[in-house]
């Protein structure tokens, strides 16, 4: 029975995939499976990545998209099934350093949830993510050391208010507590929901830094399609749980500025960009949620 679980979801990215299941089969630590899920890729993912599972690898291809958030969440219940009692949440486009899992087992304090330090891919000596900062009131995360050079600086254990889900370790005991991802939220900002929600229930995240993980960054999704979801589903968190007055109140102000700008950019000749992603998410949560919050 392995002890921990780790979660990937691969969309169209079966190169990063294979990189990152690569790093996994060099870590000093070997009491682990691995879960892999295929979203409904449009590739030849499936096939390519069944010629190349390692022999502690789970695969479980999906016949329709369900997103990021539901994903794992098969994944992570899978994990539960077969008595993991960790669950590391991984993102494809990453690759760990040897001693990675070890060192984050070991310094993870008793029932918390924690993170490594995540350098970017190039250059790789470039902090991506050392622990990160949550305003609950807003939704809104900050990212600790962001594309500063990795040093001293960042080289101390310590306790924070976000971990982004690009890379974390939940023990069994928080998500029997706390429970699964979101999966109105599709893609982006599970993590925010998730943070919150851990931190209602006492939980302490922790940043380890001696733990180090390489991100590519951008690999699984970008663009439009990133500025939408996150513009949905920020406004759906600062309105989670709030009357439909409230919700109405919050989005009316996003909507009107990103029509403004959609419709500078289309009387400029521009096209649908950044200002296109941002009105049509607060548009699609104005249509789509107010009926489910009255």
């Known amino acids: ?25 060099k870590q000093t630590c070997r009491d682990f499976e691995i879960i892999l899920l295929d979203d409904a890729s449009t590739n030849d993912s499936v096939v390519q990545l069944q010629s190349r599972l390692p022999a502690n690898t789970v695969f479980l291809p999906q016949e329709s998209n369900v997103g990021f958030a539901a994903a794992n969440n098969i994944g992570m219940r899978r994990a539960l099934a077969d008595g993991c009692d960790w669950v590391l949440l991984l993102n494809n486009d990453t690759t760990a350093a040897p001693d990675f899992l070890e060192t984050l087992l070991a310094q993870t304090p008793p029932g918390a949830a ?8 190039d250059p ?33 254990k310590k306790q924070v208010s976000f971990i982004t889900f690009c ?7 928080v998500i029997e507590q706390v429970g699964f991802l979101d999966e109105t939220l599709f893609m982006y900002c599970e993590d925010v929901d998730y943070c919150i929600r851990m931190g209602d229930a006492g939980v302490p995240l922790w940043f380890v830094p001696d733990a180090k993980i390489w991100h590519k960054a951008g690999g699984s999704a970008g663009g439009m399609l990133s500025v939408y979801y996150i513009t949905r589903n920020t406004l759906y968190l600062t309105c989670k749980g709030k009357s ?51």
């Open 167 to 173: 890379c974390v370790l939940l023990p069994r005991a």
């Open 124 to 156: 790789p000596d470039e902090i991506w993510f050392a622990g990160g900062e949550l305003d609950r009131a807003t939704g809104k995360v900050r990212h600790l050391g962001g594309h500063a050079k990795d040093g001293p600086a960042f080289g101390q």
């Open 114 to 121: 924690s993170c490594p330090k995540m350098l970017f891919m």
């Open 1 to 25: 029975m392995p002890n921990v679980g780790i979660v990937i979801s691969n969309y169209n990215g079966w190169q990063d995939t294979v990189q990152c299941l690569e790093s996994l089969q």
């Open 244 to 294: 439909a007055a409230y919700a109405r109140l919050k989005t009316v102000g996003p909507l009107l500025t990103g029509a403004a700008r959609y419709t500078l950019t289309r009387l400029l000749g521009r096209k649908k960009g950044r200002s296109y992603g941002a009105y049509k998410g607060a548009l699609d949560f104005w249509h789509g949620k107010m009926g489910r919050m009255e």
